[in-house]
């Protein structure tokens, strides 16, 4: 863990997508609809889901530093090719997919977000601290309050911060400066900001002077000067500290 000499910490933003819900198992649940409608007897596994995802993330990436578009603003010819990485990632063609794809992630997908472990006694014991929560995403605010609230989580939050509200994506510095902003503090040190994307999450968060806290459920990274959690109530032990 590294050595992080602190402010005294008055609240703390979570991403939605991949940090509070479980991605790994939203994408499998709705690529294995997929196969199942393109007849395909590929069996699926979290690992060929995580490996396709991987790849899939290479290229965001790899667009983002080329172009410096966010995911939000990738064209449909991009996203269609994605679709392909994970197609070509299982073992599939990529032709005659594309409409199945769409319709499954349209119609599907949220319905399949369900809560990462220890998400809601992690919240929980934030609250009894008299932290303030917030919430930070690029996603739809109808649909992310609806499932926070199905979910049971909805009224943990103090601040919800939807970065398209503000006319920015997550990987645009005013969303944090507008999340420093409503956690009413000049001191973004007094902050803390978890997510599991590099970019928009960590990189955006120490850009701004919060302290970022990588959730890294595989096990992939290891820094010297951001804190690394594997499972979401492993903060807890981070906050006791302080």
């Given amino acids: 863990m ?3 000499i602190m402010d005294k910490i008055i609240g ?3 991403d939605f997508f991949g940090t509070l819900i479980d991605s790994v198992r939203a994408y499998y649940k709705v690529w294995s609809r997929i196969l199942n409608r393109l007849g395909s007897d590929v069996v699926l596994s979290n690992t060929l889901i995580n490996k396709g995802l991987q790849k899939q993330m290479e290229e965001i990436n790899r667009l983002q530093y080329a172009y410096g578009r966010s995911y939000m603003n990738l064209t449909n010819d991009e996203r269609n090719n994605l679709n392909g990485i994970m197609l070509d990632t299982i073992g599939l063609k990529r032709e005659g997919s ?3 794809i769409s319709e499954e992630f349209q119609e599907n997908f949220f319905n399949y977000f369900s809560l990462n472990s220890g998400c809601k006694e992690t919240l929980e014991q934030i609250k009894r601290k008299n932290l303030k929560i917030g919430l930070l995403t ?3 605010r109808m649909k992310v309050h609806s499932k926070l609230k199905e979910l049971g ?8 911060i ?22 009413q503090t000049t ?4 902050i803390i900001h978890v997510g599991d994307d590099l970019k928009m999450d960590i ?5 701004i002077g919060m302290i970022p806290v990588l959730l890294d459920q595989n096990h992939k990274y290891s820094f010297d000067n951001i804190m690394v959690i594997h499972e979401l109530p492993e903060i807890l032990e981070f906050l006791a500290k302080y």
């Fill in 2 to 4: 590294p050595n992080l």
């Fill in 138 to 140: 690029n996603g739809d």
């Fill in 162 to 183: 939807h970065s398209q509200d503000y006319g920015y994506n997550k990987d645009d510095i005013e969303v944090y400066q507008t999340a420093v902003e409503l956690m």
């Fill in 187 to 190: 001191n973004p040190k007094k």
């Fill in 203 to 207: 990189e955006m968060a120490k850009r």
């Fill in 12 to 14: 703390i933003y979570f």
């Fill in 153 to 160: 989580i909805f009224d943990f939050f103090d601040i919800f």
């Fill in 98 to 100: 594309s409409k199945i």
